[in-house]
């Protein structure tokens, strides 16, 4: 066993400022890092919500959507608000024009006339 000196406990308290200085550093890195995936997995969760509520288009791809919100500098928890006070956009049908030879229903048929 080593013998604690005067001046190995000098050496020891010489280096503690830098070695705080360092675990400061990278404790202020990781907590940045931790923030944005933090921030992500918020913007993927209100995403997905809009997805599913059908609240967003669903010809622009998540990841899109994802990057659309976290570049916006919006406060998410107005958008979960605002989320929460629309009304979905329900899609039941589309409407589309058709000749009356490419109906395949009666239903079809009767409603464009040929029945």
Do not use: C
Request: hydrophobic residues 40%.
């Amino acid at each position: 066993m080593s013998d604690f000196t005067k001046e190995s406990a000098s050496e020891v308290l010489a280096q503690v400022p830098r070695v705080l200085r360092n675990l400061l550093e990278e404790n202020t890195k990781l907590a940045s890092k931790l923030a944005e995936f933090e921030k992500r997995a918020q913007a993927e969760d209100i995403v997905t919500e809009m997805e599913r509520r059908g609240l967003s288009d669903p010809s622009v791809p998540h990841n899109e959507k994802v990057e659309a919100i976290l570049h916006s500098d919006k406060d998410f928890n107005v958008i979960k608000e605002a989320m929460n006070l629309a009304t979905p956009n329900f899609s039941f049908a589309t409407v589309s024009e058709t000749d009356l030879e490419d109906s395949d229903t009666a239903l079809e048929s009767f409603i464009l006339g040929a029945g």
